[in-house]
Structure formats: C-alpha cells, structure tokens
C-alpha cells in the first residue's frame, strides 16, 4: 500500500510540474485543475524537485566571477575554478545555495562519464548541499568511497556523511569508514587501525580516481563545532595555535601548515599529502571560510574549486599584491 501511496505521489508531483514549469500556470491553477489545495501544490513541486525529476541549468555566469575564476586559477594553479554569483543576501545560507547549484552542474557532467569509476569523498555541510541538488543519473558502476571516519566521537552517525545521498543520486555502490573522525587518543587511532576491514577500505580510498572534499573551519560556524565533532576546550586549544582550517580531518594555519596541535594526528582517514597529485575537488561557501579556504588552497593540493562570490573576492583581496606579480 505505502508503495502505491509513493507512485501516486510522484505521479501527482510530475503532473503539477509539467503545469508549472512547461505550462507556466500557477499554483492556483494548478491546484484547481487537479482538485487539491494551493500548499499541496507547492509540496508536490517541491517533491519532484527533490526527486530529481525536475532539472534546470545555467549557462554562463556573470563577467565578475569569470575575472575571479581567472585569477584565482593563475594564483594557485587550478585546474577549474567555479564561482558561484552572490545571491544578495549577504549570508553563508545563500552561498552555500549557490555553490550547491554550481558544484551539483559541475558534478553531473564530471559523473556522467565512465573515467571516474572511484571516488573517495569527505564531508561537511557544503558537499551535502551540493549531492542534495544533483539530478538522479544512472551510475551503478560507481564506488563511493569514504575517505575519513564516518562517525562522530559518540559513534553516531555524521548527518553531513555524503556517501549515502551520493548512492541514492547515482545508483553506485556506497563504502563507508565505522571509524570516528576523531579517536579519542592515538591508542584508539591505533586500534581501529589494526582493524582488517579499516586497512582494506582505507586502501581502495587511496586509489579513488578522484576526491570530493570540503574545507573546515575551526570557528563556532564551523559543522565540527556545531555538531560536537570537537569539544570547546579543543576549538580553543586548536585557535590559540593559530589554526584557521580543517583539510580532511587536519588542521593547519594561515600558510598552510600543520598547527601544532595533538587532535588532528587523532584524526582517522585519509592524510591530504596521501592525495596530493590526484584530482582534489574543493567545494566552500560562505566569506566565513575565507582563511579556511585560503590555508588549505597553500597547501597545494586542491586543483578543483567550486566556491561562491562574495567568499572569491574575500580571498582575491587577501592575496590581492600577490596577483599583480604572478600577473
């Protein structure tokens, strides 16, 4: 019964967005011709969106974020730079939009071919936002690898693990690492490392064809604060060490080297110099990531950037003497 319940309801939300999308009628008249109220119309457009059956893109973007692309390809030696447009609002909530749509187009196309047939991917609030807006496309071949601990501290699982919403985008097969992001203490790192099914996943992330990141911020905004991943005590320990960013579970500071911090050797997943010279896809919203970013674009191993404005042109004016010599 529940799955007659479901296809009546995909059945429903595909007619109301043929009405609206193709027919260009209203809520109102949509809600009139199939008999239902107005805000079960706005539902019903709202399911089909999320389920993939509603797809819309883009072309181009404004003349400001290709300068931005431009520059901050040069400077640190990118191999694409995707900015996302402000959206006006001024708050890490719309960049983080924005760079979902952007990142979501960049993806599919990346996807939708056959050369990437592993991909290891981290985690973090912008990279849900983005597999969250890509269009369901048939990718059963594709192994979904996690590439740092998918639990937190108290074992529960990471609401901002990807690998689960990329399968369902996909139709691939989905790895994740029961491991937290943090052990408690290098023993702990120790014993979950010794553990046999841990080395094989670890292994194979190593080998991904390509990496899907986010980059962290150690700053109250930041989803390791905010979802308990680090207590207050470390967040102040890892700040009055002057780290600004969380790459993959490490923490570095402004020039892009390791903080001298103890947390992040807990950390338990993939080091970022283990994917240096890979294909790194960086994904980051909001001007708040703006020494985050920077930090773990230092490093040199990002060659993908997918951000948004606002955020762009807070990281071109901080480097901004630096892009008239490289000119």
């Known amino acids: 019964m529940q799955t007659r319940d479901d296809d009546w309801t995909s059945y429903m939300a595909i007619r109301a967005a043929w009405l609206s999308f193709v027919g260009g009628r209203t809520q109102g008249e949509i809600a009139a011709q199939l008999g239902v109220s107005p805000a079960k119309v706005h539902r019903l457009i709202a399911h089909a969106q999320k389920e993939g059956h509603v797809k819309f893109q883009i072309d181009g973007r404004p003349k400001e974020c290709l300068e931005l692309e431009k520059d901050l390809s040069g400077h640190f030696q990118l191999t694409n730079c995707i900015i996302a447009p402000d959206l006006g609002s001024g708050d890490d909530d719309s960049a ?3 760079v979902a749509v952007s990142a979501s187009q960049f993806l599919t196309g990346f996807l939708s071919g056959s050369n990437v047939k592993r991909l290891g991917v981290g985690m973090g609030r912008t990279l849900t936002a983005a597999v969250e807006a890509l269009p369901k ?6 192994e979904i690898m996690s590439i740092c601990g998918s639990l937190t501290r ?3 699982a990471n609401p901002y693990d990807i690998v689960q919403k990329m399968q369902e985008r996909t139709g691939g097969i989905g790895y994740y ?3 937290p992001y943090f052990a408690e203490n290098l023993d702990e790192k120790a014993m979950f490392l010794t553990q046999r099914s841990v080395q094989d996943l670890m292994a194979r992330a190593r080998q991904s064809d390509a990496f899907l990141i986010g980059i962290g911020s150690v700053e109250n ?5 905010q979802r308990g991943i680090i207590s207050k005590q ?4 890892l700040m009055s060490g002057g780290a600004v960013s969380d790459l993959m579970g490490r923490f570095l500071t402004i020039d892009g080297k390791l903080a001298p911090d103890p947390l992040g050797d807990c950390a338990v997943g993939l080091h970022y110099d283990e994917v240096q010279g890979s294909r790194v896809i960086a994904l980051v919203g909001g001007e708040s990531k703006v020494d985050a970013t920077l930090a773990a674009l230092r ?3 990002i060659t993908d ?3 948004d404005e606002t955020l762009a042109r807070a990281l071109r004016k901080r480097v901004g003497s630096q892009l008239a010599q490289s000119a």
């Open 234 to 237: 470390e967040q102040e320990d």
């Open 154 to 156: 108290t074992l529960a």
């Open 299 to 301: 490093t040199g191993v």
């Open 305 to 307: 950037l997918v951000a």
């Open 177 to 179: 690492l029961p491991v």
């Open 96 to 98: 983080l939009r924005a």
């Open 221 to 225: 905004e930041g989803h390791l604060v």
């Open 137 to 142: 496309f048939a990718r059963p071949d594709l």
